[in-house]
């Protein structure tokens, strides 16, 4: 008799079970249970180098020759170890390894413990999980995310007994215990029947247990199960598969009744582990009876009725064992499933730690052929993947023959509804992928999260999740003999994914794709025509390159073309020497390619381990050229800043040169001449810009032009020759790197209290410092960072020895941080001093901000002035004032907004000292004293273009805000600088709780339930809109988002958001963006391939503008997406306020948020990957 007929549900499993351990009148409790995972799979990983972030990690690897661990990747189920080759390698396991306690990582752990209210509770799980320690107390509270189920006994609990893991409560009943049992994601409660006439006890015919939640919808499901639901989201926070019950079973049979059978228990090792055919209260051994229990729920109620048939059987072997598991939503998962019970589901093994593959011997009742499923994360979106393994410890084998089992990926993923009849794959498996077939023999005592002792090649399965973007992958393993029951094994519930992986040099940019002679890369239409075969250049960058630049990589140029008479295409491949990453690779064309046939190439970066892809991968295109020898000649090029190394060459060939020179906002020249008489015209561009055209003097003669540069970095010129017949030559080609000259002197301004010089960080320029000036202060400047305190009395000044700048007649840029304490005041930041007058002022005057020169070196009769058109205020400002000499401009920028030109005709020279915080009046003293700040004042002798403004502003991120949510007073979370408070929807909204389990980072964090009156808000935006920002913050959700989208943060617009970072209804982490501020605006968005975490410190999530290229981008915990650059930036008035938990789409705010939001960061700037790393680090960081 075998009844398993039950449906299995989703979150937590009630089962009733009947079971015999070896001897009738004995009860199997499990002498000693498989301890809970306790580390990760790499031994002493806790004691292992380690360093905070990827670069970091990778660097030190290299250079200690072994693996170092990347602390910011560190997560339960997750580790990840730099290798000394460059390459990553990355565990995601089944199970919880290790869990947040009191912001430190500790081993996951099981073992119950007592507390100081007398109840047990695991050591170091994911669940807060509190049980009874006798008498009326509940039997088991559990909690997560502030959402508690409780469970009641109906009668008073007798003392139990701890044992690891379990308890046990004798006695519940005449003949009747009560064994509960705890893991790191869940908890179970067996009842054991030890005789058949406990079995006809009144009260076990229909078991009344109480089961309440808070802040939960428990309800039935429709397979027989019990589901805790978030009232929000609808979905799943924790769950129970239907009950079911079973026996001991028969003595005489299962796997181990089979001669030869070889086991971890019988083997030699573990006396406590458990025989795979022994019944236990842990679970059903292979020969037991399995029946269903009824199941209902109402108001609070659960009623369990236990199948009657079964326990009247006289073929029923007591003791009998009735069994729910609770277990909260993971996205890692594990399954069974059998031929015996095709309706029937083995979620997470029923809460067993190994289970069978194969068939079994016919004594085992019903149970047939089994098989195992795991799922498991693939978060390598933009990787290679080098190598993947998945690791598993076999417990049980049938003899030390090798016999073959195979793994698979499977079409469709695992759920707790899976069983054979619909297992991914069908039955036969035929649209599954056979991976590897392996036939080990070693077995082990114990399924621990180190001692996996078989794998199995899985690279392909996530070579086809990176490419189809799968979050996550399922595998299957079945025997490959399916028909002899001497192919059994058993496998545990702590398999690993181990996978190498690599970041490839990036596809190429097709901007930096040239040929010499030929011009930029052209695809169709103009195709230019060469009169040789052209050298082709590219510039290659490896992701993974740290800030030296030391990688290297190499090029594979790729030339294809088809032969006049030949119908088949002719590829040429070359590699290139490794050169450092971003450096130049040049190929030379054979001079034997045809004429007037279309050549097409392309070209790809490796770094050693993997290749990146084709700069015409995706929808790119190859580049194109044809040779044509009758052709004009393109012209030769010469600059003397520029281009030094061809000055005495007079071909189109511009020399190779990796020297960076001239300087971005300084004057260079550039000539164009040519060797035919009959050139008439030339036409230029830089960088594939619109063609200029310029004509010499006389037919073949030189043009001179002059270009002054707004951009470092590599540049392009494209010159062509155009003869009196109209025809142009292919482009002369020249590339060459323009250099960033650096201010003549700056002042960070972070010298030591009590300075009397402050340090120049440029020269010899040191400034006497007054006694009106304090150091070591941040003066609400960043908190990471220093500034100068000027009191505004005339000792409130710096000076420096000697003159700055040589001559103020010539270009020239003042760039820094000011904050002034009185924007009335007229006060000077930054002035010269001249003949007369200052020969320019930099400062405040009736609220704005001012740039002046004098009309004349004497005492000043007039004067140049530039205003901002914003008004000045008491926050930290960053001010840029320029002199164009050429142009004869002077333009003054404040912030991000935009900058104010005035002419200056007139031209003086003032050649003293340079004055901060104060200038000379009228030839006599000094006056106009600052009072307030400064901080990282800059001098260039020079202009300065927006780069160099945007980079000095990004030096260091400045910090607008950072909300710890510990706290809260009056509906106010306060801002850790003592910057604005965040503003709280309830007051009850900020959750501190008294136990370590739950908690996010720090003591308290911000919950919320869903609801429309819930969420946090800032009272303005903080952030520039027509600047750079980044928001930062740790999201985790209740449940999952599927069909219910939410947003973890946003920011509000005047009629919508402006930004959104949410939870999509695909379960997904998602970006979304609109530049239009009007009703009914349009949002662009961009899914990644984040599943949004519900465990723990939950996702940390990063949103960075690059206000300078409109690019936005969502880090989920390190790994970045990118919305395509917006087509107009957004505008100054676009943002008003950050929304937690909340976004707008239109004038009513939605996507409420179920789920637990902690350290908020805002700054203005963009944080790279190494400063994102460096806040994703566990524990609270006021320094950063």
């Known amino acids: 008799m075998a009844r398993r007929t039950r449906k299995r549900g989703r979150l937590f ?46 660097l030190a690897a290299k250079a200690l020759n072994q693996p170092v661990e990347v602390l910011a990747e560190r997560s339960e189920y997750r580790d990840v170890f730099a290798q000394p080759d460059g390459t990553l390698v990355a565990n995601e396991h089944t199970q919880a390894v290790r869990v947040l306690q009191n912001d430190a990582w500790v081993p996951a752990d099981a073992t119950l413990v007592a507390q100081p209210d007398g109840t047990y509770a695991p050591t170091a799980a994911l669940l807060n999980m509190r049980l009874s320690n006798g008498g009326t107390t509940p039997l088991m509270v559990a909690e997560r995310d502030s959402r508690v189920m409780t469970l009641t006994w109906p009668n008073p609990l007798p003392a139990p007994t701890v044992n690891g893991d379990q308890l046990v409560y004798p006695e519940v009943f005449q003949g009747v215990d009560l064994v509960a049992f705890v893991t790191v994601e869940g908890f179970s409660h067996v009842l054991v029947l030890k005789t058949p006439e406990a079995a006809n006890l009144p009260e076990l015919q229909n078991l009344r247990l109480g089961v309440t939640g808070e802040g939960l919808t428990i309800q039935e499901t429709e397979d027989g199960g019990i589901v805790a ?107 069974m499933v059998d031929s015996g019970y095709p309706s029937e589901e083995y979620w997470k093994f029923d809460g067993k730690r190994h289970e069978r593959i194969g068939r079994c011997p016919s004594s085992c009742n019903n149970s047939l052929v089994k098989r195992l499923f795991y799922r498991l994360s693939t978060p390598y979106a933009g990787k290679t993947i080098l190598e993947a393994k998945l690791r598993v410890t076999m417990q049980h084998v049938y003899n030390s023959t090798a016999r073959a089992a195979a793994l698979y990926l499977m079409p469709a993923g695992i759920a707790t509804t899976t069983n054979w009849s619909n297992q991914p794959g069908g039955s036969s498996w035929s649209t599954a992928t056979h991976l590897d077939t392996n036939s080990p023999t070693s077995v082990q005592s114990t399924c621990t999260s180190t001692n996996q002792n078989t794998e199995w090649d899985a690279k392909v399965a996530v070579q086809t999740a990176v490419a189809k973007g799968w979050s996550n992958v399922t595998l299957g393993l079945k025997s490959v003999n399916e028909s002899d029951s001497t192919h059994t094994k058993r496998f ?32 169709g239409t103009n195709v230019p025509y060469t009169p040789e075969a052209p050298r082709l250049d590219a510039y290659l960058r490896d992701p993974d390159h740290s800030s030296s630049h030391t990688e290297q990589v190499q090029a594979e140029f790729r030339v294809t073309y088809t032969a006049p008479g030949s119908s088949t295409p002719t590829v040429l491949l070359s590699k290139t020497a490794f050169k450092a990453s971003g450096s130049k690779f040049s190929y030379e064309v054979s001079e034997s390619i045809p004429q007037n046939v279309t050549v097409s190439w392309d070209v790809r970066g490796g770094d050693g381990v993997s290749w990146g892809p084709w700069s015409s991968d995706g929808t790119r295109n190859v580049c194109q050229f044809i040779v044509d020898k009758t052709s004009p000649t393109p012209p030769d090029v010469d600059s003397a800043q520029y281009l030094p190394l061809d000055a005495t060459d007079t071909t189109s060939d511009c020399k190779d040169d990796d020297e960076w020179r001239g300087s971005i906002g300084v004057v260079g020249s550039f000539t164009f001449d040519s060797a035919a008489t009959d050139v008439v015209e030339y036409l230029y561009n830089f960088n594939g810009g619109t063609d200029i055209s310029v004509k010499p003097a006389t037919a073949g003669g030189p043009v001179t032009i002059n270009w002054t540069p707004d951009k470092e970095g590599p540049r392009q010129l494209f010159v062509k020759a155009v003869d009196a017949a109209k025809r142009a030559s292919s482009p002369a080609t020249c590339t060459f790197r323009v250099g960033k000259r650096p201010p003549v002197a700056q002042w960070p301004m972070a010298d030591a209290a009590g300075s009397t010089r402050a ?157 901060l915080g104060r200038n000379t009046y009228k030839g006599g003293g000094y006056s106009d004293f600052w009072k307030g700040g400064m901080a990282d004042v800059s001098v260039f002798d020079r202009p300065i273009v927006t780069e160099d403004s945007t980079g000095l502003q990004k030096q260091l991120l400045n910090r607008k805000a950072y909300w710890q949510l510990n706290d809260q007073t009056s509906g106010q979370s306060p801002e850790v600088g003592n910057g604005s408070p965040l503003a709280l929807s309830k007051q009850s909204l ?87 501020d009007t009703a009914g605006a349009v949002f662009q968005s961009k899914e990644t391939e984040r ?30 997406t990118e919305l395509e650059p917006l087509t107009v930036p957004f505008k100054p008035t676009s943002m008003s306020s950050l ?46």
């Open 1091 to 1120: 599943t949004p975490r519900m465990v723990g410190a939950g996702d940390h999530l990063a949103l960075v503008y690059d206000g300078y290229t409109r690019q936005l981008t969502l880090w989920v915990e390190g790994e970045s």
């Open 990 to 1076: 900020l959750f501190k709780t008294p136990t370590p389990i739950g908690r996010m980072v720090g003591t308290g964090h911000l919950r919320l339930s869903g609801k429309p009156d819930e969420y946090a808000q800032s009272s303005s935006a903080l952030v520039d809109p027509t600047g750079s920002f980044t928001i930062t913050a740790r999201v985790k959700l209740t449940s999952g988002s599927n069909n219910h989208a939410m947003t973890a943060f946003s920011v509000k617009g005047p009629n919508n958001s402006a930004v959104i970072v949410r939870a999509n209804s695909q379960g997904k982490w998602e970006l979304a963006a609109t530049t239009d």
């Open 13 to 58: 499993t009630l089962g009733l079970m009947v079971g015999l351990a070896g001897l009738l009148s004995s009860t199997a409790y499990v002498d000693a249970p498989d301890s809970a995972p306790a580390t990760a799979p790499v031994a002493a990983l806790e004691t292992d180098p380690i360093r905070d972030t990827e670069a970091e990690a990778l």
């Open 492 to 523: 545990c519930d702590n398999a690993v994914l181990s996978v190498r992986y690599n970041r490839a040099p990036l596809i190429p940019n097709q901007s930096e794709l040239l040929m010499s002679p030929g011009g930029a890369c052209v695809y």
């Open 229 to 335: 639901l978030d009232p929000a989201t609808g979905n799943p926070v924790m769950e129970a598969d239907a009950p079911t019950m079973w026996d001991s079973g028969s003595q005489e049979g299962g796997e181990a009744a089979t001669s030869g059978l070889r086991s971890s228990a019988m083997a030699d090792t573990d006396t406590g582990s458990e025989d795979p055919n022994e019944a236990s209260a842990r679970g059903p051994g292979e020969a037991s009876q399995v029946a269903q229990v009824g199941l209902s729920y109402s108001q609070g109620t659960l009623s369990l009725t236990p199948d009657a048939a079964m326990l009247a059987d006289p073929d029923t072997t007591y003791p009998v064992y009735v069994d729910p598991v609770w277990q909260g939503s993971t996205n890692s998962a594990w399954a």
């Open 759 to 915: 340090d120049n960080s440029r020269g010899p320029n040191d400034a006497t410092v007054g006694s009106g000036v304090t150091f070591a202060t941040t003066n609400n400047f960043r908190e990471w960072d220093r500034a100068a305190i000027f009191d505004g009395t005339s000792n409130a000044y710096m000076v420096t020895d000697k003159a700055v700048l040589a001559d103020t007649s010539q270009s020239f840029a003042i760039t820094g941080w000011f904050r002034t304490d009185d924007v009335n005041r007229r006060q000077i930041a930054v002035s010269q001093d001249g003949t007369g007058d200052s020969g320019f002022s930099l400062g405040v005057d009736q609220g704005q901000w001012f740039f002046r020169m004098p009309t004349n070196d004497l005492i000043n009769i007039g004067e140049w002035r530039v205003k901002t058109t914003t008004g000045v205020t008491t926050d930290w400002t960053f001010v840029t004032a320029i002199f164009d000499g050429p142009n004869k401009k002077i333009s003054i920028q404040a912030d991000n907004n935009p900058p104010v030109e005035w002419q200056r005709r007139s031209l003086t020279r003032a050649r003293g000292p340079l004055q």
């Open 1139 to 1184: 929304q937690l938990g909340r976004a707008f789409l239109g004038a009513t705010p939605g996507e409420h948020l179920s789920g637990n939001i902690d350290e908020v960061r805002i700054y203005d700037g963009v944080a790279d990957k190494v400063k994102i790393d460096k806040l994703r680090l566990i524990g609270e960081a006021p320094t950063i």
